[in-house]
């Protein structure tokens, strides 16, 4: 891909941004890429999912969830990129907002098994306090 149109990847290029602790201005300049005439990236939904599991892997859980904030903003149809997201946060320690992704995540669709278990659990710790 990156020969044929002489692109570079916009995942590669974000989790370097954020892996440096780049401030908003410059992730905003390569998501503005996404919709030039002439785009520098390529953004592909299911890479930069993969790079937020790298952080998480990783365990720079609150990068992780930069990510997938981002990759939500990118595709904010995938129910894919919410589970992601509810996952970095319940790790992170903020259950409502993980529970407030898997939510979107289980009406985008609704045979998410993951995301439905993930919502059963944080019931069940809500309902145990």
């Known amino acids: 891909w990156k020969v044929v149109t002489n692109q ?3 995942a590669a290029e974000l989790y370097a941004l954020v892996e440096a602790g780049s401030q908003d201005e410059a992730i905003r300049k390569v998501l503005a890429e996404r919709d ?3 785009p520098k990236y390529y953004f592909v939904e299911g890479e930069i999912n993969g790079h937020g599991y790298r952080f ?3 365990e720079k859980t609150a990068k992780a969830v930069t990510l997938f904030r981002i990759n939500a903003e990118l595709y904010p149809d995938s129910w894919n990129v919410f589970d ?3 996952e970095a946060l319940l790790k992170s320690g903020d259950a409502d907002g993980a529970k407030r992704m898997y939510e ?3 009406a985008l669709n609704p045979e998410n098994r993951n995301g ?3 919502l059963e659990g944080l019931r069940a710790r809500a309902t145990a306090k």
């Open 56 to 58: 998480l892997q990783e």
């Open 104 to 106: 979107k995540s289980v």
């Open 116 to 118: 439905k278990e993930a």
């Open 36 to 38: 030039a005439k002439a």
């Open 8 to 10: 570079r990847s916009a």
């Open 84 to 86: 992601s997201l509810g």
